[in-house]
């Protein structure tokens, strides 16, 4: 069984691009989560979701950022028009459910916008 | 969502047990103890979780205070590998993880 898995591991775009990261999670888990960690910086929780469905999006940035989980396939955090401001990391979690069980994270995808 | 509250470093001296302090008075009774650690340029790792009772499992051991106000993660003999930042999350039926700014352990060999 495979753990959360994120591709492109390192990705490197040109500012006003768009930049688009993907997470297949864990087998079994329809639990995903993304979030930010800057530089130096602890993690910032950016969005909560379900299959095909937003649980929880507020700690999105209200523009450029969205984010999908669709009945097939992975999960995508889409920037659009990515600013120097966005370079970070961005890791994925995924779980089975609530309180009582675990989520596993992925080993992130560090972006960089020059 | 509850708050916890965690020194920002704490040391340790490698095959010594370290005990990581986390004080959460905010607690709800239906809020999990979870504890998560990040080694440098990796992703959070999950290390133990809990309730009420205290809790082992093959990398860690959570002590869990009675008024559950606070808990503690015992790591039994600190490696060179165990140094990284440890997170102590409260996790209700919200469900998602919010991480505070942890306490970094670092191991001495």
């Known amino acids: 069984n495979a753990g959360v898995m994120q591709n492109p591991r390192h990705l490197v775009r040109r500012r006003g691009q768009e930049a688009r990261l993907r997470c297949s999670p864990m087998?079994?888990?329809?639990?995903v989560y993304w979030y930010r960690q800057l530089p130096e910086e602890g993690l910032k929780f950016m969005v909560y979701l379900q299959k095909e469905n937003i649980i929880d999006e507020s700690g999105m940035p209200k523009e450029r950022f969205s984010a999908e989980f669709p009945k097939e396939g992975p999960s995508i955090l889409r920037i659009q028009q990515v600013v120097r401001g966005d370079s970070a990391a961005y890791f994925c979690a995924s779980s089975q459910g609530v309180g009582n069980t675990e989520a596993f994270f992925g080993q992130g995808t560090r972006l960089t916008v020059v | 969502d509850a708050k916890t509250t965690q020194p920002n470093s704490m040391e340790s001296n490698e095959e010594e047990p370290v005990h990581l302090p986390c004080n959460h008075s905010t607690i709800s009774g239906t809020d999990y103890i979870h504890w998560y650690r990040q080694l440098p340029s990796q992703g959070p790792e999950y290390v133990i979780h809990g309730l009420t009772s205290n809790v082992n499992n093959r990398m860690a051991s959570l002590a869990i205070a009675e008024d559950r106000k606070s808990s503690t993660l015992i790591l039994h003999r600190a490696t060179l590998r165990d140094a990284a930042v440890y997170y102590c999350i409260l996790r209700g039926n919200t469900d998602k993880l919010i991480f505070g700014t942890g306490t970094r352990l670092q191991v001495f060999p």
């Open positions: 087998k079994g888990h329809s639990h």
